[in-house]
C-alpha cells in the first residue's frame, strides 16, 4: 500500500512538473530576484581589466612569435600554456615567488616557453602586496 501510494504521488509530482514552466520572463520574478544590469562604472572596470589582459596577451604573443616559423601559432601556444598547471613556490628568504610551469608535449614548445619565461624574469616584476618578485621557471629545474 505505501509502495503504491509514494507511485502515485510520483505521478503527480511528474504531471505538476510537465506543467510548470521551463523559462521565466524577469519581469515575472519578483524585485528582490530580479537580475540587474551592471552600473556603468562596473562595465567600465571590467572593460578595462579585459582591455589590459588583452595588451598583457598581445606582448607575450609577439615574443613568442620571434621564435616561432609560423608567426600564426604564437596565440595557440600561449592558449595551452594558459591551461598548463604550474606550481607555485614562495621563497620569503630570497623574496622571491617562483610559478613552476610544467612541460609541454613537444621539446620545441618547451624551448619558446623557456625563453618566454626569460624575457618576463628581465623585467622583474613583483607580485602585488607581497614583496616577492616573481621567476618563472620551466620544469623541475
Same mark, same amino acid.
Given at each position: 500500500?505505501?509502495? &503504491? +501510494?509514494?507511485? !502515485?504521488?510520483?505521478?503527480?509530482?511528474?504531471?505538476?512538473?510537465?506543467? =510548470?514552466?521551463?523559462?521565466?520572463?524577469?519581469?515575472?520574478?519578483?524585485?528582490?530576484?530580479?537580475?540587474?544590469?551592471?552600473?556603468?562604472?562596473?562595465?567600465?572596470?571590467?572593460? *578595462?581589466?579585459?582591455?589590459? !589582459?588583452?595588451?598583457?596577451?598581445?606582448?607575450?604573443?609577439?615574443?613568442?612569435?620571434?621564435?616561432?616559423?609560423?608567426?600564426?601559432?604564437?596565440? +595557440?601556444? #600561449?592558449?595551452?600554456?594558459?591551461? =598548463? &598547471?604550474?606550481?607555485?613556490?614562495?621563497?620569503?628568504?630570497?623574496? *622571491? #615567488? *617562483?610559478?613552476?610551469?610544467?612541460?609541454?608535449?613537444?621539446?620545441? =614548445?618547451?624551448?619558446?616557453?623557456?625563453? #618566454?619565461? &626569460? &624575457?618576463?624574469?628581465? =623585467?622583474?616584476?613583483?607580485?602585488?602586496?607581497?614583496?616577492?618578485? #616573481?621567476?618563472?621557471?620551466?620544469?623541475?629545474?
Amino acid at each position: 500500500e505505501q509502495i &503504491e +501510494a509514494l507511485q !502515485a504521488n510520483i505521478c503527480q509530482l511528474k504531471a505538476q512538473r510537465k506543467i =510548470t514552466p521551463r523559462h521565466i520572463k524577469i519581469q515575472d520574478l519578483p524585485e528582490s530576484e530580479r537580475f540587474h544590469k551592471l552600473a556603468n562604472l562596473s562595465k567600465h572596470f571590467l572593460d *578595462t581589466i579585459k582591455i589590459i !589582459a588583452y595588451r598583457a596577451e598581445s606582448a607575450m604573443v609577439n615574443i613568442v612569435r620571434e621564435f616561432l616559423p609560423k608567426p600564426d601559432q604564437a596565440r +595557440a601556444i #600561449l592558449r595551452a600554456l594558459y591551461a =598548463t &598547471e604550474a606550481d607555485l613556490l614562495p621563497d620569503y628568504l630570497n623574496k *622571491t #615567488l *617562483t610559478v613552476r610551469l610544467h612541460h609541454s608535449a613537444r621539446v620545441h =614548445t618547451d624551448e619558446i616557453i623557456a625563453k #618566454l619565461c &626569460e &624575457e618576463i624574469n628581465a =623585467t622583474k616584476t613583483f607580485f602585488p602586496r607581497s614583496g616577492l618578485r #616573481l621567476i618563472f621557471k620551466l620544469g623541475s629545474s
